[in-house]
């Protein structure tokens, strides 16, 4: 949002990589150095104090890992489309907080969607929003079969192609319309 605003994305337009790919490996070291600094720290400390669940078995951890790698595509991705909505307008962050509130509810970052009533489940599993949160809880605590597994990842896929797709469709269009210095 802010390099359309300060006009910092023609540079970044000029670079030897695609724009998407330009801003996913930005986001590849951002996440990773949350993942070791915050989220492992925070799993160590816990472990420390308290008696958590962990993975039971190779195979439940490589899940967990791909599942989570999945989820951070689709994250990004959702977050990269929602920025794009600086393109239309001089202040996008109005749509941005909308749209990540929307997410933290409808992913089970709140409050986990078994939770929920079976119809605002339901609801959530025509977004992206639960296969990125809430589809690594499940495979973490070992409460996805092989079959779902199967499924789960499938759906992450899926997702990840349909928000790159309008990304790309929708950078597109805000190229198009892009003014920077009046030229």
């Not at 925070?42 to 958590?52: E, G, T, V, W």
């Amino acid at each position: 949002m802010d390099s359309v605003y300060t006009g910092a994305v023609s540079s970044d337009m000029l670079k030897p990589m695609n724009y998407f790919n330009f801003w996913l490996a930005q986001d590849t070291g951002r996440a990773f150095a949350s993942f070791l600094l915050r989220g492992l720290t925070i799993m160590i400390s816990y472990a420390i104090l308290f008696d958590i669940s962990v993975p039971s078995s190779a195979e439940q951890w490589l899940a967990f890992v791909v599942v989570l790698l999945l989820s951070w595509l689709i994250s990004f991705s959702w977050r990269f489309l929602v920025n794009l909505a600086a393109f239309w307008t001089p202040n996008a962050l109005g749509i941005g907080r909308l749209a990540f509130i929307l997410s933290w509810f409808m992913s089970g970052f709140f409050m986990p969607l078994r939770f929920l009533p079976a119809w605002f489940v339901k609801l959530c599993y025509l977004t992206p929003f639960p296969y990125t949160i809430n589809a690594v809880v499940e495979v973490y605590l070992g409460l996805i079969d092989a079959q779902a597994l199967m499924g789960l990842i499938l759906a992450q896929l899926t997702w990840i192609l349909m928000l790159v797709l309008v990304s790309m469709v929708t950078l597109r269009a805000g190229v198009r319309r892009l003014v920077i210095l009046g030229g």
